[in-house]
């Protein structure tokens, strides 16, 4: 699987971006898929994930009730929905493919996106 992430840039606090997560291969269905950011000087962190089936998604606390993280399927895509971001979310943000153990677990997903910048303006 590769995975294309694309939908970064500048935007204020309070506003909105919608990140993509675009997948090729057939068997992206089968992936759970999760977001991972990484903020300069800083180690990449779990934001959100979603199963392969879209049925259950679980966010980092930092992120909950601003950030939706979405599938679909039969597009071989994945969206991030950021509402409300704060300068605090300024990273490279990254899409990632596996299991769901390899997302939650041990935050080390089989398949990884480049990765696009997203700045947040106070």
Do not use: H
């Amino acid at each position: 699987v590769q995975l294309q992430a694309s939908g970064g840039g500048l935007v204020q606090a309070g506003g909105s971006l919608r990140l993509s997560c675009a997948a090729s291969g057939r068997t992206f269905g089968s992936f759970a898929v999760g977001w991972f950011r990484q903020a300069p000087g800083k180690e990449r962190e779990f934001v959100t994930a979603i199963r392969r089936s879209g049925d259950m998604t679980y966010s980092a606390d930092s992120v909950k009730g601003r950030f939706t993280i979405s599938r679909d399927n039969a597009k071989n895509t994945v969206y991030l929905q950021m509402n409300s971001p704060k300068p605090e979310d300024t990273a490279v943000y990254y899409c990632a493919a596996g299991t769901w153990t390899q997302i939650m677990i041990t935050t080390n997903p089989q398949y990884w996106g480049q990765g696009t910048l997203v700045t947040v303006s106070s």
